[in-house]
């Protein structure tokens, strides 16, 4: 012991003895794990609620009703300009939708930058045509939209799944950025109807509110941290089951042609395809039907009624998914998307013939709803388990979505050519035999899989 000369601290002792004790620091496995993950795990949390915002805000796929009607029966463009807007659009998605996966495979640190400016950009082009209705800049704008469109599925599942620190709990996560964005199309289909409504002719307000949503989803994807971002695990290429990117094992990515290789890939891109040549020219040839058999006022009024059936289905369907996901077999419950399909075109085809209620048509699609919610849900959770340990999780998506977007493009095709020489139920009725012989197919390459070698059977959809 000894006293210390401070006089303002006169008669005070001060310990200074040294001892084995003093020597070593104080060790408390519990504090200091807790210091140390604490903000981690909040940061975390903090990344999982912006990816959540962006897809509440963020438009992957209700705009194109909107622009068509309101090009054609608001501005007076002919059927054809508008169709070679939209091939173009789509062409372009074709062309460019598998490499924009792999671009976002081989993106380290610039995922958030790729994906905020492709939002931005497709902002404003979703404006662009209540500035200006001159075909040629419509046609550019487009264009370019398609092109920055093909960046927002590979890149917002990219995200989840680098965020995303265990297995265990990405599939619950997908189900709930889901809920999200079916919950966020919801509300704004439901604002532009009552713009429709009640401003009719004059909505511009319903395009500037389409616009303000991708503005503030960009905003949001802005602010993930991208310290909570593990390129790895967001490419498929380490588990998902680290914090800590010494610690997972890395490997080499698998080669493009050992993927298209890949009989589970292969079959499941076909199943894909003949899923949406039946499944999307469904609600474009309802929302047209309904015009025909409703007044041209009201046109947009029940273009926004029929998204609104179907996202608020979708968003119930979605919300039950995260109670089911992690609980059953993922081909199983995508048989449930399949089966829906021809279910509703039965119907719709049985009603065009007998009751041609507008009200009637607009519920068919709450097995839309259900059917999507299902089908979206599980995508990305089937693709997942084709490329766990690949590195080419977003060439592969890419390609699948290049699949379904061919499907979509001829399945309008199909459908306005049998309208036009048989009339729209036998148009439905075609779509729904497609969508069974879909649902046959896939229930005999689930089967088949049982029978390959355990190395391929790890590739298929389990």
Known sequence: ??????????????????????????????????????????????????????????????LEPYTAVYLIN????????????????????????????????????????????????????????????????????????????????PA?????????????????????TEVSNKVGSFLIVCACAAISYFAYPNVDALFYLLGAGGLIAAFFTSTIPESEIHHDRARQLAKADETSEDDVKTESPSRYLDLLKDKGIVG???????????????????????????????????????????????????HLMTFVVNKFDPKR????????????CTFISIMILFWSNPWALVSTQIFDGIGAGVYDTMLPIIVKNFTKGSGRFGFTYGFIITCWRIGHGLSLLLGEAIVHSFGYATAFWVLGSIGLINFVSFVLFSRSSTRMPKHDIQCLPK
């Not at 975390?44 to 959540?52: D, G, I, P, Q, S």
């Not at 995200?159 to 189900?175: D, K, N, Q, W, Y």
């Not at 040839?285 to 998204?307: D, F, G, K, P, R």
């Not at 995508?334 to 399909?341: G, H």
């Open 1 to 62: 012991m000894t006293t210390c000369n401070d006089p303002k601290a006169k008669n005070t002792l001060v310990d200074v003895t040294v001892s084995p004790d003093n020597m070593s620091p104080p060790s408390n496995p519990k504090v200091d794990k807790t210091i140390v993950e604490t903000p981690v795990k909040s940061h975390n949390v903090f990344a999982k609620r912006m990816l959540t915002a962006v897809n509440f805000f963020v438009e992957t796929n209700r």
């Open 268 to 318: 499941f891109a076909a199943l894909t395809f003949l899923y949406h040549l039946a499944n999307a020219g469904v609600v474009p040839l309802l929302a047209q039907y309904v015009a025909t058999v409703s007044s041209e006022q009201s046109n947009l009024t029940w273009v926004s009624a029929i998204l609104i059936v179907f996202f608020f289905s979708q968003a119930i369907t979605a």
């Open 156 to 176: 917002l599942m990219a995200l989840l799944l680098g965020i995303c620190r265990t297995e265990e709990e990405v599939p619950l996560f997908i189900a709930t």
């Open 333 to 344: 419950i995508i048989l449930i998307a399949f089966i829906v399909l021809p279910i509703r």
């Open 74 to 153: 608001i501005i007076g463009w002919n059927e054809v300009s508008f169709g070679i807007v939209s091939l173009c659009m789509n062409m372009a998605m074709l062309i460019f939708q598998t490499p924009a996966g792999d671009l976002l495979d081989k993106a380290t640190k610039g995922k958030k930058i790729i994906t905020s400016i492709a939002i931005l950009v497709a902002s404003v082009t979703t404006v662009m045509v209540i500035w200006t209705s001159n075909f040629w800049a419509i046609l550019v704008g487009k264009t370019i939209e398609g092109i920055s469109a093909t960046i927002f599925l």
